[in-house]
């Protein structure tokens, strides 16, 4: 995989033109576009539509959660955009995982269409322990532990990979394989500034420990030249 076919850019912006100009000059230059919760309510699935005939590829990052039905027909409507991935909560449960897995795919059969990447988030990369423990009520796990037990159940359920912090990568690959994806945030160059995530790494970090992809968004999306601030991140990949 070419380094940047690895970098997928978070478009955390409100509107379609500043994510449709941003599309426009950086298509040639990452793998794919995270279209989060904010753009999705604030544009709407043809969003994704727009992303593809600009030749990107999108990566919804909704977190779905739900009772298994739901989600399901959440990955039918997904299947049906045409979108490379997108993703759920771990936390939602083994068959929630199991339905959607298995209607995504079916879904893409019946339309002749690619299986988009199914992912299963982990443990946010803005939650610490201490967070886990005192206000989640998870007690008794370490972070991590949480983290590998979650990937497993999800390759158990037919999930393409897990999102998940950078410094649960190793341990991830450890026990679900080399064919399990990882997509990891989190992600800073090192040049550039840390903001509300706590468990970070650099984007050559990332890769050596194994990750599949990297989301990165304020690098890119808030330099003064976005276009020459991902050259800089693909020329640290390829080192």
């Known amino acids: 995989m070419q380094a940047k076919q690895r970098i997928i850019l978070a478009l955390d912006v409100d509107s379609r033109e500043q994510a449709l100009a941003l599309v426009k000059d950086l298509a040639p230059h990452v793998g794919a576009f995270k279209v989060g919760m904010q753009l999705f309510n604030s544009c709407g699935p043809d969003i994704v539509e727009e992303i593809n005939q600009l030749g990107g590829r999108v990566f919804l990052d909704l977190k779905f959660h739900d009772i298994p039905n739901t989600v399901a027909a959440a990955g039918r409507a997904i299947t049906r955009l045409k979108c490379f991935m997108f993703n759920v909560h771990a936390a939602g449960g083994r068959e929630m995982m199991r339905q959607v897995a298995e209607e995504v795919e079916d879904e893409a059969k019946r339309l002749f269409a690619p299986v988009p990447l199914s992912l299963a988030v982990t443990v946010l990369t803005s939650i610490s322990q201490r ?81 599949d992809f990297m989301v990165i968004g304020r690098p890119i999306t808030q330099a003064k030249n976005p276009v020459e601030a991902a050259l800089k991140i693909i020329a640290e990949l390829e080192e």
């Open 131 to 211: 967070e886990l423990e005192e206000e989640i009520g998870v007690k008794g796990m370490k972070l991590p532990d949480l983290v590998v037990k979650w990937a497993l159940m999800a390759q158990e359920c037919g999930m393409s990979g897990v999102v998940s912090s950078p410094q649960e990568i190793v341990a991830i690959r450890a026990a679900c394989g080399p064919d399990f994806k990882i997509v990891t945030p989190g992600i800073r160059p090192a040049w550039s500034e840390t903001n509300d995530q706590k468990r970070i790494t650099t984007p050559r970090q990332a890769l050596e420990m194994g990750a």
